[in-house]
């Protein structure tokens, strides 16, 4: 009989299918088809993209022109533009504000064909560092409420460039979310002076289950409500609430699990589609002292349809205790 | 400029794209590969489905052969099992209860190739008493609380058949998505004395612009803060909160109402896949005055990505404006 089971942390509920669970080649295994027009985050096309808002140049090298090893530019179809006043607005019923943030792309190779899983960790730490600089830049700003940092990978995963990137959104607005992680997060520390996620670490850690990989800081688990198939989150095992304020330690030992998580993802599964996502603080004055940062990695190897978007529960065909026991190697 | 939108029955904000609108031709066409293999909704074929549960045989035949015009039947990979009592069980910081539930399929017609959207309303009409039928059977099941009926239509919906069905899920929870809209309704009316809905169905008639049809007891229009382009909800004009309690009269109104609109997004958007979902009341003694029941259409033309999952915020490259104006046919 399949299992209902309830993220502590959002609230949400997802039906786990215990009966027939689907292993990883059970799914539809994806071809990535490179598009063969000219890439505008490929060296030499540096021109094809709005001038950069930060780079590295090791060896030296012009702003916008080649030579780089990290790029980062304004998003050329931005979601929100980064001029203007927030206009707060109401129509009758209806509550509005025009479109203020900013929508920037982190270009984390200049090698188009390169995937995130085969960086080396001294490629993938220079790559978060710049996810935390764009990130100190855009906390200045006054207008914004949010950072949000995401990935998507493969067309299943809405990507229209495969080009290596991930794409940093600053809101106007908390989102979401982010605002049903807090609210649950500070109730439960309010009654317990604990952080939900530091006990959801602690008990992932003493049952081993669901665990995929360990480092001195750093944790990897398929969450017990996982909402799809090979879900996977990365935390640090010490309270932590603000990516952007990680130290060194931290970041390489981030570096070094998210490399290795993405690589048994791509081996395991066969290079699926996947999209990721860092959910931190919120920029507010008075930090959430319940809330922890993590990493969510979303393999899309199944379509979200009208139950999901009917009800919020999810199902997932893959149990999370099978789903580790593959990435971890155990169960082929 | 974008504009920020909030939708005022669940809270949620989306992102209109105004700059660079697209229109029905920016999507891509999706082909839909009817598969060759036999059928188990197909006249002839019934054997391949659990033994029918309902079904309308105006010219006679026995249960579970052919001669049915509408079929009901259990899925036979159900993602919740009517047996066995509801076991709640906690461990450790998580939630859960065992699997059970009801998880039906409604067979719409014998011809596996016909489209909903080209039924006559006389063929629309049983098929709407069905789903009503269906409800009220399983309302009788204490153990439910929540009734979701909704359709797969097309692979990029989720569909794995193609023959014309709709599932219901019955649940022992009142999902997140309906949580949401009940808590802001309830909210509302207890500040108020009216519906949020019917509020909304007046600022939308009395604007017109996001209008797309009306009946003498229905309206369609694409929702001010839609998620998704071409967006559609479908609601009655006068405060009904209980789909499984509206009249023949109204019945019909929806029949035709719902088989024009899926033929207008057929036409205009080249048969996308969609999905549709109704919201209803939950299984509750206490009925909630402020609550309205709805259906929700929403074409796949885009797929969810890394920024949807992270932040619960939707980009609708279709504000839903110009979306009415494409399905009034006013633009081509």
């Known amino acids: 009989m399949a299992e209902i089971r309830r993220d502590p942390i959002t609230g949400r509920w997802i039906i786990a299918s215990t009966d027939n669970p689907m292993g990883p080649e059970d799914f539809p295994v994806e071809e990535h088809r490179v598009p063969s027009t000219p890439c505008p985050f490929c060296p030499g096309n540096e021109r094809m993209t709005p001038p950069e808002v930060a780079a590295r140049r090791t060896n030296g090298g012009q702003a916008n022109g080649p030579g780089w090893t990290l790029r980062v530019v304004p998003n050329k179809f931005p979601a929100l533009r980064i001029e203007g006043n927030l206009n707060r607005l109401g129509q009758g019923l209806y509550d509005m504000m025009n479109g203020v943030g900013a929508h920037e792309v982190i270009i984390e190779t200049p090698d188009h064909q390169k995937n995130l899983a085969d960086f080396e960790t001294v490629e993938m730490v220079p ?33 229209s460039l495969s ?12 989102p979401k979310r982010v605002l049903e992680e807090l609210r649950r997060a500070d109730l439960y520390f309010s009654q317990k002076e604990r952080c939900v996620f530091c006990d959801m670490i602690h008990q992932e850690l003493s049952e081993g289950e669901r665990v995929i990989l360990e480092t001195s800081q750093m944790v990897c688990f398929a969450p017990f409500a996982s909402r799809f198939p090979f879900e996977l989150w990365i935390l640090p095992k010490n309270h932590s609430a603000d990516f952007t304020q990680i130290g060194p330690e931290s970041l390489r030992d981030l570096a070094e699990i998210l490399k290795q998580v993405l690589h048994r993802v791509q081996t395991v599964l066969h290079n699926p589609s996947y999209n990721f996502i860092l959910h931190t603080s919120p920029l507010e004055a008075t930090p959430h002292e319940g809330y922890h940062w993590h990493l969510e990695i979303m393999p899309r190897l199944t379509r979200v349809a009208g139950f999901e978007w009917g009800s919020g529960f999810y199902i997932c065909p893959t149990p999370p205790e099978l789903a580790a026991s593959f990435l971890r190697g155990e169960k082929k």
């Open 163 to 174: 080009h290596p990137h991930t794409q940093l959104i600053a809101l106007p607005i908390v």
């Open 127 to 159: 790559v978060l560092e710049l996810y935390q600089e764009r990130c100190r830049d855009l906390q200045k700003d006054k207008r914004f409420r949010y950072l949000l940092i995401f990935k998507n990978f493969g067309e299943s995963a809405g990507a």
